[in-house]
């Protein structure tokens, strides 16, 4: 069990690093090693198809934020193929912006097939 946890986090972690390398280059080398083909990627503010859309996307939040990396906070949880991970974005100057939380479906082990992130905190109901 403690190997798929090492490599279930090792694969979080290169997808986060695809999302902190400013080199578009290496940006897609690193999500290919963990992107499944037609994988979908969704969040508040665009929903991607395959690796060419969410590299699309990337590539506009870095325009818009030069030098952020996206850093993994919490370990990986998963069960049955899917995860949640929290993270967070780290700006050039280091301010953080507030936690996000992503649930992952994979295809096997090997590769992230959906991903639907969260930004901010989960708000209580009181």
């Not at 083909?37 to 990337?58: K, M, N, S």
């Not at 506009?60 to 967070?88: E, L, M």
Request: proline content about 5%.
């Amino acid at each position: 069990m403690a190997d798929v946890d090492a490599t279930l986090e090792q694969l979080i972690d290169t997808y986060c690093a695809a999302w902190s390398d400013a080199d578009p280059q290496r940006r897609r080398a690193l999500l290919s090693q963990v992107w499944a083909d037609g994988a979908t990627y969704t969040d508040p503010t665009v929903h991607a198809t395959g690796a060419d859309e969410l590299l699309a996307h990337i590539a506009t939040v870095f325009a818009r934020r030069p030098g952020t990396t996206v850093i993994r906070t919490s370990k990986v949880d998963a069960h049955h193929d899917v995860a949640r991970f929290a993270w967070h974005v780290v700006l050039a100057d280091g301010t953080a912006l507030p936690d996000g939380i992503d649930f992952v479906e994979f295809d096997g082990v090997e590769r992230i097939r959906r991903i639907v992130g969260f930004m901010g905190p989960v708000v209580p109901t009181v």
